[in-house]
Structure formats: C-alpha cells, structure tokens
C-alpha cells in the first residue's frame, strides 16, 4: 500500500499540498488530476523521494519498484527494442550471468528465477509494446539515435510500461504521442496489473483506463471511485453539500455573534455571553468553495465569409524534398462550415498538409485556390518557443496593433485571458496553458474564416480543454484539428480524414470504428463494446502484403535467435546434471535443476512453434 499521511509541501515559499492524507492500495489505477499549478508533478517527485515533505509522511511497502518516464530520452545505438528489454534490470542481469554461470546451484538458480519472470517471452512483449506506440518490426531494429526526440520519448515510454513496476507514475504521457498512440495506451494502461498514478487532462483516458481518481485541490486530496464521469458528478455534490454547509455555519456564527453583542454589557448575561464568544472560537470554518471557473476561451468572428470552397486542392504533390514527396496527388475542397479532424500515425503528413492548407509550404505540382482575402489562422506547438520570452501578452498585442490607443490593446489583451497585470506578466513567467492561449489568441487575432489547430491541447488542463471546444463549436468559419485527445475531436469534428501512405482520404466511420481498427491493427484483444466487427475485405493490397512478408521474416529469425538461445541453455542444465551423484548428494539441487530444465523445454517448444507458424505464413503469402 501507498501510505500518504498528514504530508505538506513546499516550493518556492508556496504551500502546494497542505496536510494531506490518501491510502492507496494495491493494484489500484489512480488518475491524478488538479488544475495546473496544483502541485501534481511535485506529489510524483516527493513519492519518488526527490524532494522532502515538510511535513507527515510517504511510505511505500520496503521491496516495491517505483517506475516513471525518464526525464531525458535515450539517445545512443543501441536499438528500440534492446532499449526497451533492457529497461527490466533483474531479468537483463540474470541473462549476463547465465552467459557465464559455470556452478550448476547457481544455474538452477537462475533458469528458476528467469522462468517465474517469464523472461523467454520478454521480446514478445517488448515489440508488442513498440508496436503499439507506433514503431514497425523494421524499426524496432534501428538505433535511437536515429530517430526524433518525440519518437525517443516514446522508446522511454515503452520501456517504463515493459518493466511492470511495481507503482507506475505517469505525468501526462500522451503529449508524445499521436491519436493512434494514444489509443493504444488507454487500451494498455486499463490492463496494467499493478499499481498504477497517471497525471493526465484527457478525458477518455481517465473514463476508460483507470478505476479511481485523485483530486489535488486547494492543497488537499481526496479519492473518488470510479472514472472521471463519475468524480466530476459525485465533486459537484460534495461541493453543494459543502456550500450548504458553510450556509448553515455562517448563519449560526451570526446568532452566537449577535447574542454576545447584545448581552456582554450585561452582567446577568455575561457568563452566556462569555459561553458564546467561547463557542465561537471553537468553531472549526469550513472551506468555502472557491470558485475556480476557468475563462472562456473566444475567436473572434471572420468580418464576412467567402463564397465556398474557401480553400480547393487539386492532384497536389508536396514535401521537403522534391525527390521524396511527403503526400502525393492530393484532391480536396474545404468549405465555411466544415469541422475536419485529420487522422493518422505521426510521420505520414499530417502538419505537412496543414502548413500547404496555411500558405506555408509550396506544391511540387498540382493547385491550391484561396478564396480572394481568405484569413487564415494557424495554431502549432512548436510555435511556443517562437514567442518572445522577454516580452509579454501586452507587447505581443501592441505589435500587431502598432497604432491602437493603450485602451484597445488592454481590451484585446483581456478578451484573450490577460487582463490587469497578467498582461505585463514576463512570457517566460507563463505556465504551459497560458503561454498556449496567448498563442490561440495571436494566431486568430484578425479575425480567419479558416482556423488550423495543430496539437492545441497539450498544456491545456481539462477545463480549458472544454473551453476550446466550445470556442472551436461557437466560431462561424471552419476549423481544421490535428489532436491526441478524443474528447476534442468527437465534440467538435463533424468530417474525419485519414493521413496515410502518401494519400488524403475521407473516413465513413466515427471515431469508435477508428479505435477498433487501430487497436485490431497493433495486435490488442478489443473490449466486448468493440467487438461488433465490420465485415472485413478479402482483398489484400499489395503493399500490405510486402509489408506483411517483411514482418514475418523477422518473427522467423527471432524465433531461431531464440531456439538457439535455449538450446545452450538446456546444454548447461543437462551438463550440470549429468554431475556424479548430484541426485543424492543434493536432491533440493537436483529436483531445482530438473524444474528449470522442463521450464526451458517449454520455452523451446514455443519458440520452435513460433518458427513453424511464421514459416507456413510466410510461405502460403509468398504463394
């Protein structure tokens, strides 16, 4: 059990847990949420014992393992999945003993051990984990360093997940990740079997993957059961409660109050009085509810909207380099009232579409019409580092507004979310969310008909998350979304498009047909809510197919790694056994070694299967 009692913390000065107390037990799958700021990440640091509490204490049972993201992604040669295997300490040791093991104890020993960790299916699962977060067979087999630090992050991610710790402490893990990715997590983290605290402002993610929520407000916590539908809904009557509450005290505090303002002059009253004033002081104040609503979020309105297509695409080729076009022969139209969500696994085009739909990338060949004046607005998070870190809201308004009066760019400063000081407040001194909203508000400052999102939510807590949404739903012109997070895209997009294999498609299904296809496709077991299959094509193009011989190669050649890998294995077993006398000078010895030989037998049987199976595959889809 997670023992949380009595803890304070604080950081800079600033009291951010005040007194807290939390029990979590064993196995249970915990989402941290609180507004930003909250003190979430600095909970996560002093249950890993990075910072000290001020006061109360952490305990965590004496033999538990405590696993998070690495702050840093890996960066050397070593490929993805020797990464990822590595990220499990005891079994990567025990492997390197066994390699030169020469007592045949201490064989036995290690075969046993390695077998109740069911180490010979480690690669399995390893590559089932890359393969969900996005990485294919070919490049699980690459070095990391070849690979962006988003996708690095990720290699961190899988090897987090692979080593099962103990209690797992997540901190926003879908901000490296695409829908696709995201997907998979969800699916994953509900089937995590041990504990498990994830930091996270994604809706769905908190529905569906865990079964608890702790809330980290106005320094205290308190657990809820159950998904966020269900804290949202039991918070609000809580909160009612307490606000009657705090009615009902404030209104006996004036009773006592009055009594001893009448009656204290008097000395036939003056012992009631004294009572009273004694009363009151024992009086615990109840909390009052402090509201916390978080501002809303405003496009302004386009001046007038342009006849339709506002934006028309026609057998576009464009990219970087001419020779490796990122999307071929794109045809597409985009009119004042759509809501698309762009789809699709990171890496096949999707900014690259959004930035030739903004004007800022060229076609290699092919047309692109604008509408005559068509504003367009274009929100990305890379844009974040290009905002001036000495300057501030205020001077990032007065730029684009070089001749207004002080009092119209105070005005535009506010109907942004900074008004009063928080408008002269340094760039560098803004939170996450804030910096993200000053950049919503300068990419739309002008008024677009067309307004293009990419990845806006990542430094958005929940509520400002279904700010958004309400802005993204109230705007008149149209709106194009590239986002991980589901609840967006299914408040807001009425139009889906696939981004893959070089090519822009329209999508029939919603978003719950998109998540059994990915799902299905990374090799996870659907939940019986998913299992009401569309009937499958029999035809198989040519590219999957190719695709498909690929991986079977490689499941070939790794299941005769691994019959290679076993069969030394069984020759040391089988040497130390066939030791004189063994079985009745050390029978305890004996009867261990035989365990562990019918263990490794086991695992050949499999391994040898598993070349059976990959090689009648491959040879029925050679033909």
Known sequence: MLSITDISIRIAGRLLIDHATVQIVPGARIGLVGRNGAGKSTLFQAIRGEIPTESGQIALPPRWRVGSLA??????????????????????????????????????????????IDAHSAPAR?????????????????????????????????????????????????????????????????????????????RDLLENSVDQILHLDRSKLTLYRGGYSSFEKQRAARELLDAKQVKRQEAERNRLQAFVDRF???????????????????????????????????????????????????????????EKPVLNRVTLRIDNDDRIALLGQNGNGKSTLVKLLAGRLAPFSGHVTRADKLVVGYFAQHQLDELNEDGTPYSHIRRLLPDAPEAKVRARAGAIGFSAAAADTPVKNLSGGEKARLLLGLATFFGPQLIILDEPTNHLDIDSRAA??????????AVIMVSHDRYLID??????????????????????????????????????RDRREKPQSTETPRSKTTVGQTSLRQKIADAEAEVERIT????????????????????????????????AAQALQRAEDEWLMASSSLEAASG
């Not at 070593?78 to 990822?84: A, G, M, Q």
């Not at 300490?89 to 025990?94: D, T």
């Not at 893959?500 to 799902?519: F, K």
């Not at 069984?570 to 263990?599: G, N, Y």
């Open 71 to 116: 702050q840093e992604a890996p960066n050397g040669a070593e490929s993805l999945i020797d990464v990822v295997l590595a990220a499990d300490l005891e079994r990567a040791a025990l492997l390197r003993e066994a390699e030169t093991a020469q007592d045949p104890h201490r064989i036995a020993d290690i075969q046993t051990r390695l077998t109740d």
């Open 491 to 528: 408040a807001c997009a009425d139009r889906l498009w696939v981004v893959a294999d070089r090519a822009v498609t329209p999508y029939d299904g919603d978003l719950d047909d998109y998540r059994r296809e990915v799902l299905s496709a990374r090799g996870l077991r659907t939940s019986p």
């Open 468 to 477: 958004l949404a309400e802005a993204i739903n109230e705007f008149p012109g």
């Open 264 to 322: 204290k002059a008097k000395a036939s009253k003056a012992r009631q009085a004294q009572s009273r004033v004694k009363m009151l002081e024992r009086m615990e104040p109840i909390a009052a509810l402090v509201t916390q609503d978080v501002r809303e979020i405003v496009f302004p309105e386009p001046s007038k909207l342009l006849s339709p297509p506002i934006i028309a695409v026609n057998d576009v080729t464009v990219g970087y380099e001419t």
């Open 126 to 202: 390893a590559a089932a984990i890359l393969s969900g977060l996005g990485f294919s067979t070919a490049d699980q087999a690459r070095a990391c360093s070849e690979f962006s630090g988003g996708w690095r992050m990720r290699v961190a991610l899988a090897a987090t997940l692979f080593a099962e710790p103990d209690l797992l402490l997540l901190d926003e893990p879908t901000n490296y990740l695409d829908l696709e990715g995201t997907l998979w997590l969800e699916d994953h983290l509900a089937r995590y079997p041990r504990t498990m605290i994830v930091v996270s402002h994604d």
């Open 568 to 599: 030394a294995i069984i020759a040391k077993i089988d040497a130390a056994l066939a030791l004189p006398d063994i079985f009745t000078r050390e029978p305890a010895k004996a009867a261990q070694l035989s365990k562990a030989r019918s263990a």
